[in-house]
């Protein structure tokens, strides 16, 4: 008995089971926009991608381009993969790129990006998106890739906001309130992380501790007000001498810490007289003297004790041979 011949399907059986197809799949895309914005706002999510290598039409849910501005019937018919990687932001296209390279190589198990893309208005939004190769062919080219994407741009707000603000904190906490200087914390910290990148790399750290001399005397007869203003103006004159070439913070009272990397003792000796001299001649007690005494020492072996230690000994003997004058 002969088998009876199967009959191939007309042009018009073809058209309907792609329109069937279709159907299907904005069906699902529509699920997915409610599931999108009745499940998960708070969570950004706008929904799932679809990327046919071969032909490359991306289909995807309406979400993720309204959230960029534009509305469906403004895009083209196909909407080709590049549609969404020609408005990255600069920075962001190379990396998302090789990202998605690597994946597609199979070098890496999902593609997953965060990124900035421009919407209509000009804005940059912040997207997170993650993605996965579905259909490979035999040889294992990519051939098929599902992903989902989120906006992310009010968590990326709230980070920034708090780096910011994570920032301002921490000068405030390093920033001595009187004189705007660094404080003890922030100094001995300066000192303790010069200590050991200039035993990595070699080169030599200057200590100085900085003293204005008779400071007692002046806050007993001039009052604290004045004392107080007689500090503010010797840290600014200070930090303006060292300018690029140190740091000074205020160690206490009217103690000042200066560090000078990198600087050899003949260098460092010419700086601090600068300093003492820029004191000396001030400008801002109109009526009334000022000096101030130093020492220092050449950082060689020990904690960042030991280096305090040494400079302060070396100021006390500057104090005791006649003040006015830096002693190392």
């Known amino acids: 008995m002969n088998a009876e011949k199967i009959s191939e399907p007309s042009k018009e059986e073809l058209l309907l089971k792609i329109t069937e197809q279709e159907m299907l799949i904005n069906e699902l895309l ?28 991306v289909v995807f849910n309406p979400l993720k381009v309204e959230a960029l501005g534009y509305k469906m019937e403004e895009l ?28 597609l190589k199979g070098s890496t198990p999902v593609y997953e990006v965060e990124y900035r893309i421009k919407a209509k208005d000009g804005q940059w939004k912040w997207y997170y998106d993650r993605g996965k190769v579905t259909k490979r062919s035999k040889d294992g080219a990519p051939l098929f890739l599902t992903g989902i994407v989120f906006d992310i741009t009010k968590q990326k707000a709230k980070e920034e906001d708090l780096v910011d603000l994570t920032s301002t904190l921490i000068e405030l906490i390093d920033k001595d309130e009187l004189t705007q200087i660094r404080n003890r914390r922030s100094i001995i910290r300066e000192l303790k992380s010069r200590i050991v990148e200039s035993v990595i790399q070699e080169y030599s750290l200057i200590v100085s501790m900085i003293d204005i ?9 001039k009052g604290h007000v004045y004392g107080d203003y007689v500090l503010k103006e010797t840290a600014k004159t200070l930090e303006h001498v060292l300018k690029r070439k140190g740091c000074v913070g205020r160690y206490g009272g009217e103690e000042f810490l200066i560090l ?19 004191i000396e001649t001030n400008e801002f007690l109109k009526n009334e003297s000022l000096t101030i005494s130093g020492g220092f020492t050449v950082y060689t072996q020990g904690d960042h004790e030991d280096a305090v230690k040494d400079a302060d000994k070396h100021l006390y003997e500057a104090k005791e041979n006649g003040k006015n004058q830096i002693i190392g």
């Open 76 to 103: 083209p018919e196909k909407v080709p993969y590049d549609f969404f990687t020609s408005k990255l932001h600069p920075d962001d296209f190379e990396p998302v790129m090789d990202n998605m390279r690597e994946h």
């Open 260 to 278: 000078l990397p990198n600087m050899s003792k003949e260098q460092a000796v010419n700086v601090l007289e600068d300093c003492r001299s820029a």
């Open 213 to 221: 001399d008779d400071f007692k005397r002046l806050n007993d007869t």
């Open 30 to 57: 529509a699920e997915k926009e409610a599931e999108a914005k009745l499940d998960y706002p708070w969570k950004g999510n706008l929904g799932h991608w679809y990327w046919n290598v071969q032909t490359n039409d």
